[in-house]
C-alpha cells in the first residue's frame, strides 16, 4: 500500500463503520427500551437522555482540556521544563464545586423516578400475578379469573400491576418496550407497574427472562400484547370461560390406528363444550395480520420430531381428549372444564389454541410443532420438565427409550387435534 492511497483506504473503513451503525438503526426495534410504550419507559428514557446530554458535555470538556494539554505542554527537544504547580485553592473548589452541582442535575430526577416507580400502583390498576417457572411463565389475572401462560395481554391506558412470584429459582420479568425489569424472588413477591400508552390500539412485544435461572433460561420467553380496553375485556371473558371445541371435531379416521380408543363421538365433547357450543363465540385475539415480524419464533425445529402431514390431518380431537384425559399430561396441565385434568406444574392449556407460541415462545403453536413438542419435548428445549412422550423416543433427561406408556405418532396426532380446538 502507498502513502497516498492510504487516506482512502481510512476514509473506506469509516464509512463502512458508519454504514453498520446507521443500518442498526433502520427497521424495526425488536427488542428496545427507547420506546415510549409506557410512561415508566418514558421516564427511564428521560433518565437516560439526561446522562447522556451531562456525560457527553463533561466528556468533550475533560477531554479537549487533556488534549489541549498534551500537545501544547509536549516535552520538546532543548526546551525548558514547563513551570510546575503544587496546590491550586482556586482550582481545587471549582473541580469539587462543578462536579457537585452537575450531580444535583442527575440525582434530583433519579430520586424522583425511583419514588415514582417503587410507589404503590393505583387502585384502579389491573392486577397481573406473574408467576416464574423453570422455564415458562404463568400469567394471573385475578379480578377476571383468567390463568394464561406466556402471552401477556394488557389493556392500553390502564396501569398494570405486576405481583412478580416464584416458584422455584431466581427469575427476571422484563419487557424491554415497556420498560422496567424486575426480579422474581423466592418466598416474597416484588411489584412492578406501569401504564400503557392510552394511543395503542394493538401492539407485541417480546419479553423475556433476564436472571439465569438454569439450562433454558435463554428459552424463557414471552410475548406481550397490549390491545384496546374493550379488546381486552373481549379477550379475559373468553379465556375465563371452559374450554370449547372452537371447531367441529373431525370424523374418526376410517382406520382407526391399532391401540387407540375408540372415540366416543359426542359423549366426549358433551363435558368438554358449554351448552352454546353449536355457535361457539370465541373472545379477541391478538390479530395474526398485525403481529410483528420480530414476535414470531423461528427456532429451528429438531429433525425427525414432526408428524407428517397426513398423519396429523387424521387427527381427531375426540379421541384426543380420551387419549390426553388418561396420560401423564393430566398430571400437570389444567384444562378448565375437562375435570380430569387438574394439574398445576405446566401451562394452563384451557385455551392453549388461542395463542400463537408453544415452549414459552420457543416455537410457533401450529400443529407440526405441537406434535413435535408432545412427542419429545426435551428435545427441542433443553431441561424441560415436559416428560418426553413418543413411543420409541430417546428421553435425553432419563437417558432412556420411551416404552410403556408411550404414544404412537396417530395418538399424537389425536392429541393434537383436541389441543388445537381449544380455542
Ligand atoms: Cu428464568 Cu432465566
Known amino acids: 500500500m502507498t502513502r497516498s492511497n492510504r487516506p482512502s483506504a481510512r476514509t473506506g473503513a469509516l464509512l463502512a463503520i458508519l454504514a453498520v451503525a446507521l443500518a442498526a438503526c433502520g427497521g424495526q426495534y425488536p427488542n428496545s427500551t427507547f420506546l415510549h410504550w409506557s410512561d415508566f419507559a ?3 428514557d428521560f433518565l437516560w437522555d439526561r446522562l447522556l446530554v451531562w456525560g457527553t458535555i463533561v466528556f468533550v470538556i475533560v477531554e ?7 500537545i501544547r505542554f509536549r516535552a520538546r527537544p532543548g526546551a525548558p521544563e514547563p513551570k510546575q504547580t503544587h496546590g491550586n485553592t482556586t482550582l481545587e473548589i471549582m473541580w469539587t464545586v462543578i462536579p457537585a452541582i452537575i450531580l444535583v442535575f442527575i440525582a434530583i430526577p433519579t430520586i424522583r423516578t425511583i419514588f415514582k416507580t417503587q410507589a404503590k400502583a393505583p387502585a384502579s390498576s389491573i392486577e397481573v400475578e406473574v408467576i416464574g417457572h423453570q422455564w415458562w411463565w404463568e400469567f394471573r ?9 406466556n402471552e401477556l395481554y394488557l389493556p392500553a391506558g390502564r396501569t398494570a400491576n405486576f405481583a412478580l412470584k416464584t416458584k422455584d429459582v431466581l427469575h427476571s420479568f422484563w419487557v424491554p418496550n415497556f420498560g422496567g425489569k424486575r426480579d ?10 406501569f401504564t400503557p400508552n392510552d394511543t395503542i390500539k394493538a401492539v407485541a412485544a417480546n419479553g423475556q427472562c433476564a436472571e439465569y435461572c438454569g439450562d433454558s433460561h435463554a428459552n424463557m420467553k ?3 400484547y397490549v390491545v384496546t380496553p374493550a379488546d381486552f375485556e373481549s379477550w379475559a371473558a373468553h379465556q375465563k370461560g371452559q374450554a370449547v371445541f372452537g371447531v367441529a371435531p373431525p370424523e374418526p379416521p376410517a382406520a382407526a390406528a391399532p391401540g387407540k380408543a375408540p372415540a366416543k363421538k359426542g359423549a366426549a365433547s358433551g363435558e368438554v363444550a358449554l351448552s352454546e357450543s353449536a355457535a361457539v363465540v370465541t373472545g379477541f385475539v391478538f390479530p ?6 420480530y414476535v414470531i419464533p423461528r427456532t429451528p425445529l429438531p429433525g425427525g420430531l414432526a408428524l407428517d402431514d397426513a398423519t396429523l390431518a387424521k387427527g381427531n380431537a375426540d379421541s384426543g ?6 396420560s401423564t399430561c393430566i398430571g400437570c396441565h389444567a384444562i378448565n372444564g375437562n375435570p380430569m385434568s387438574m394439574g398445576i406444574i405446566g401451562p394452563n392449556l384451557t385455551h392453549v389454541a388461542s395463542r400463537y407460541t408453544i415452549a414459552a415462545g420457543l416455537y410457533p403453536n401450529d400443529a407440526r410443532h405441537l406434535s413435535a413438542w408432545i412427542k419429545n419435548a426435551r428435545a427441542m428445549k433443553p431441561g424441560s420438565l415436559m416428560p418426553t412422550l413418543g413411543m420409541e423416543m430417546w428421553d435425553p433427561m432419563m437417558k432412556m427409550k420411551v416404552t410403556t406408556g408411550g404414544l404412537t405418532d396417530p395418538q399424537i396426532a389425536d392429541v393434537v387435534a383436541y389441543l388445537r380446538a381449544l380455542k
Open 42 to 44: 418514558t421516564d427511564i
Open 64 to 70: 479537549a482540556i487533556l488534549v489541549y494539554t498534551i
Open 141 to 149: 389475572y385475578p379480578q377476571y379469573g383468567v390463568v394464561t401462560a
Open 184 to 193: 422474581l424472588i423466592s418466598n416474597r413477591t416484588n411489584y412492578l407497574w
Open 222 to 224: 414471552f410475548r406481550t
Open 288 to 293: 395474526a395480520d398485525k403481529l410483528p415480524a
Open 321 to 326: 381428549k380420551a387419549i390426553y384425559s388418561r
